[in-house]
């Protein structure tokens, strides 16, 4: 059984920074991509960025293009999001995933469909003040 614990989130006010961690136990850790969903208060869940299982590439939501940085450190089991420039927008609760199959590459749209993913974390809370 594959198990997700997110970690890191919290409050900030805009402008400032988290980063949240990933920690996966049980499977394979470094055979499958990874990514990061955020669903915020009254919206659907929705994809903010992936990675793929050696970590030489990754992908984001426009919308976090140039402020989040996705990482992996498949020594640890753990995928990381550094996030900066937050603003209140960015607000969510935050969750890790786990991309089925196991693989290198998939298409760019592929990663951004919740039905892409079989396992997921719990959630870790991102507050942004203005």
């Known amino acids: 059984q594959v198990e997700l614990v997110e970690s890191g989130g919290g409050l900030v006010q805009a402008g400032g920074s988290l980063r949240l961690s990933c920690v996966a136990s049980?499977?394979?850790?470094?055979?499958?991509?990874m990514g990061w969903f955020r669903q915020g208060p009254g919206k659907e869940r929705e994809f903010v960025a992936a990675i793929v299982r050696s970590g030489v590439s990754t992908y984001y939501a426009d919308s976090v293009k140039g402020r989040f940085t996705m990482s992996r450190d498949n020594a640890k089991s753990t995928v990381y999001l550094q996030m900066n420039s937050l603003n209140p927008e960015d607000t969510a609760v935050y969750y890790c995933?786990?991309?089925?199959?196991?693989?290198?590459?998939?298409?760019?749209?592929?990663?951004?469909?919740?039905?892409?993913?079989?396992?997921w974390g719990q959630g870790t809370q991102v507050t942004v003040s203005p």
């Open positions: 995933a786990r991309i089925r199959p196991a693989a290198e590459y998939f298409s760019s749209s592929y990663y951004h469909m919740d039905d892409s993913y079989d396992y």
């Open positions: 049980g499977g394979t850790f470094s055979s499958y991509g």
